[in-house]
């Protein structure tokens, strides 16, 4: 069982940046895939971000160029810098682990961020 702890979220001003935190335990850190998705209110949930533990990314397309994942493998820890915001990034924000032995997935409990003049 992983269990994630996400923090980080807020409110910010349009073009104002965040930087999200997930640290994660439970798991050998190497076996999981790390991610960000998020979820605006009546919008299905979506990836933002994803690093393996070899350090390879991808992005959605909607962030490419504005946010930065990063993971610490020796914290077991997991970022997604976040800049230039713009009031259509606004959403609850969790962290995913996937395990790549198990195919498992796992969910932080979400942290809200807000852009907003």
């Known amino acids: 069982q992983v269990q994630l702890v996400e923090s980080g979220g807020g409110l910010v001003q349009p073009g104002g940046s965040l930087r999200l935190s997930c640290v994660a335990s439970?798991?050998?850190?190497?076996?999981?895939?790390m991610g960000w998705y998020r979820q605006a209110p009546g919008k299905q949930r979506e990836l933002v971000a994803r690093?393996?533990?070899?350090?390879?990314?991808n992005y959605a397309d909607s962030v490419k160029g504005r946010f930065t994942i990063s993971r610490d493998n020796a914290k077991n820890m997991v970022y997604l810098q976040m800049n230039s915001l713009k009031p259509e990034d606004a959403a609850v924000y969790y962290c995913?682990?996937?395990?790549?032995?198990?195919?498992?997935?796992?969910w932080g409990q979400g942290t809200q961020v807000t852009v907003s003049s």
């Open positions: 439970g798991s050998p850190f190497s076996m999981l895939v």
């Open positions: 690093i393996t533990s070899g350090q390879s990314t």
């Open positions: 995913n682990a996937h395990s790549i032995y198990t195919k498992d997935d796992y």
